[in-house]
T-cell receptor, first 115, second 109 residues
Framework: EAGVVQSPRYKIIEKKQPVAFWCNPI?????LYWYLQNLGQGPELLIR????????DSQLPKDRFSAERLKGVDSTLKIQPAELGDSAVYLC?????????????FGPGTRLTVL | QKEVEQNSGPLSVPEGAIASLNCTYS??????FFWYRQYSGKSPELIMF????GDKEDGRFTAQLNKASQYVSLLIRDSQPSDSATYLC?????????FGAGTQVVVTP
């Protein structure tokens, strides 16, 4: 079974430029998460989808970040415009959430550097 | 106060010894508890999870949960150099996963 796929793996951009990350979850997983992870910290949730519905986006900086999960499968996270402080690893995770907090599986992440 | 707290380490453990990692959480209604291992430059990978009070063993790993004390721990027996990594505690509460900052473990030969 293929794991969570993310692309690109690395991205270097200049500040004020837009950037987009793509995630393909494990087949059949209904719940998809986008996290941000800074060095020396644990992942911090940006947005959680159940199927195609964003059920928790309270931590998503909506002035510059947007996300979508069309058809409840793949998802895209976008930043426009990027700021220096956005440099981090962006992780996508998926789970088959049956309501009790089933285990989530992470993709390899996208390391973003904003210059 | 952070919702999930872990000692940052590094925790230095001789090869073959037991590594003991601790995690405390603030939400008494938390439902599920997870331990992830993260190698430098890699994404977190699930080691094990626990839902009920008591111990759960999986190979060299044992998770211990005490909901009354809001405490979950991970024991790694017969520590190997390949166990050197950061260990993340994650707590699930009402649809949300909260992660600790992780404990760095260094297994010394």
């Amino acid at each position: 079974e293929a794991g969570v796929v993310q692309s690109p793996r690395y991205k270097i951009i200049e500040k004020k430029q837009p950037v987009a990350f793509w995630c393909n979850p494990i087949s059949g997983h209904n719940t998809l998460y986008w996290y941000l992870q800074n060095l020396g910290q644990g992942p911090e949730l940006l947005i959680r989808y159940e199927n195609e519905e964003a059920v928790d986006d309270s931590q998503l900086p909506k002035d510059r970040f947007s996300a979508e999960r069309l058809k409840g499968v793949d998802s895209t996270l976008k930043i426009q415009p990027a700021e220096l402080g956005d440099s981090a690893v962006y992780l996508c995770a998926s789970s088959l959430d049956r309501g009790g907090g089933d285990e989530q599986f992470f993709g390899p992440g996208t390391r973003l550097t904003v210059l | 106060q952070k919702e999930v707290e872990q000692n940052s380490g590094p925790l230095s453990v001789p090869e073959g010894a037991i590594a003991s990692l601790n995690c405390t959480y603030s939400d008494r209604g938390s439902q599920s508890f997870f331990w992830y291992r993260q190698y430098s430059g890699k994404s977190p990978e699930l080691i094990m999870f626990i839902y009920s009070n008591g111990d759960k063993e999986d190979g060299r790993f044992t998770a211990q949960l005490n909901k009354a004390s809001q405490y979950v721990s991970l024991l790694i027996r017969d520590s190997q150099p390949s166990d050197s990594a950061t260990y993340l505690c994650a707590v699930y509460s009402w649809g949300k996963f909260q992660f600790g900052a992780g404990t760095q473990v260094v297994v010394t030969p």
